[in-house]
Structure formats: structure tokens, C-alpha cells
């Protein structure tokens, strides 16, 4: 049986524990970024696609092996195996080596869009990954809907990701229009982990600074 938070601990220290294991280590930061490094590299040094996006595919498959070899999760690779593929499909379709970057903003773009949305319908993003972390999420996994103080202070947190996810596009997007495949690159890794690392610790200082009372939910 698990504890019930207590009568006076806040929103935000509730939300600070149960998002604390969402922020990834330093290594799946890495693995994210070193097949488009390995792609920049790649093209500063051939100007030609396909052995800039075969250095992309070797780098991956090292990182595979290198977690293989210890038994680790692949979880990070696969991200990255995943993204340099449908970079390579647009690139290879198009010929252009800016288009390895379109599936990246063009996602970015989505979940701008997502995570704006579900503010504005009061089902915050943010609000899940917090959810996922109540101890009484097997039996009532959306019983932080439930507490108004709690959807508020997911939606301005979500609010901040929203704001990460349209900054990679309003720098990207102009980058890709002029086919400044460099500028895209230190771009991306740039606006990868650094950005998100940003991102969390404005989330981070805004629930430090919050003391919004928590009300325990009555029995269902």
C-alpha cells in the first residue's frame, strides 16, 4: 500500500519527485548527437551524401555494439539509429544534404503544436510524465486531471517545452531554407541536449519558487 503525500507538501514538490528519473545521463545525450556529428563531419570533409550518411549509419552501429558489448540498454541508440534512417530516406529522395534535417524540424514542429494544444484543452504534457510517476497510477492513472492546482502548474511547465520545440524551428528552419548543412548541424546538437538541459532547469527554478498548496484527492 502506497504512502498519501502529505496535507502540506506543495504542487511543485510533488511534481519535482515524480519527474526527477525523466532527465537522461550524460552517454544517451551523446549517442543522440554523434551520428549527426559524424554526418557534419562527413560532408565538411567529401561535400558528397552518401559517405557523409554511411559515417552517420557507422557511428551508430559502433554506439549499438559498444552497448551490446556491455549488456546496457539500447534504448538511446535505437533513437538515434531511427532518426539517422528517416534523415537518410528524405536526403537520399531529395539529393540534398539539408534534407537529413527536415524530419528533425518538422517534428519539432509537431510536438510544438501538441504540446500548445493540450495546454489549451487543459490535458497538459507534462501532466502524463507526472502522472506516470503517482504511486496510484496502476489503478487511476489520470487522477492528476482530477486536482485544478496540479493541471495548472503542468500546463506552465508544459508551457516551456512548447517554447523549446518552437525555438529549434525558428532558428532551424531558415538554416535549411539557405541549405546551410554546417549551420544545421552545430545547430542541432546545439539545440539537442544543451536546449533540453535549458528547458529543465527553467522547469526546474519555476517549481523551486512555486508553493502552491496540494489538497489530497478525496476516494474514488
Known amino acids: 500500500m502506497s504512502e498519501a503525500a502529505p496535507a502540506a507538501e506543495t504542487v511543485e514538490a510533488i511534481i519535482r519527485h515524480r519527474l526527477s528519473s525523466a532527465v537522461g545521463g550524460w552517454r544517451g545525450s551523446v549517442e543522440t548527437a554523434l551520428p549527426t ?31 551490446l558489448a556491455q549488456r546496457q540498454s539500447l534504448q538511446y541508440v535505437l533513437s ?28 519539432n514542429l509537431a510536438y510544438a503544436a501538441a ?36 493541471v495548472a502548474v503542468c ?31 552545430v545547430a542541432k546538437i546545439a539545440l539537442g541536449w544543451p536546449l533540453w538541459a535549458a528547458a529543465i532547469a527553467v522547469m526546474g527554478g519555476m517549481l523551486m519558487r512555486g508553493a502552491t498548496p496540494h489538497t489530497p484527492l478525496p476516494e474514488r
Do not use: C, H
Not at 116 to 137: C, R
Open 37 to 67: 556529428i559524424a554526418f557534419v563531419i562527413g560532408w565538411t570533409i567529401t561535400t558528397s551524401l552518401r559517405p557523409s550518411l554511411i559515417a552517420a549509419g557507422v557511428a551508430a552501429v559502433v554506439l549499438a555494439g559498444l552497448r
Open 80 to 107: 538515434a539509429v531511427f532518426a539517422t534512417a528517416i534523415a537518410a530516406f528524405f536526403a537520399l529522395r531529395s539529393g540534398r544534404a539539408q534534407d537529413v534535417f527536415l524530419p528533425g524540424i518538422l517534428i
Open 115 to 150: 504540446t500548445l494544444v493540450s495546454v489549451l484543452a487543459k490535458w497538459p504534457f507534462i501532466g502524463f510524465l507526472v502522472g506516470a510517476g503517482d504511486p496510484e497510477a496502476k489503478t487511476d492513472p489520470l487522477r492528476w486531471r482530477r486536482d485544478p492546482s496540479m
Open 155 to 185: 500546463s506552465r511547465l508544459t508551457l516551456v517545452t512548447t517554447a523549446m520545440f518552437a525555438l529549434r524551428v525558428a532558428i532551424m528552419y531558415p538554416l535549411y531554407l539557405a541549405g546551410n548543412v554546417a549551420a544545421l548541424g
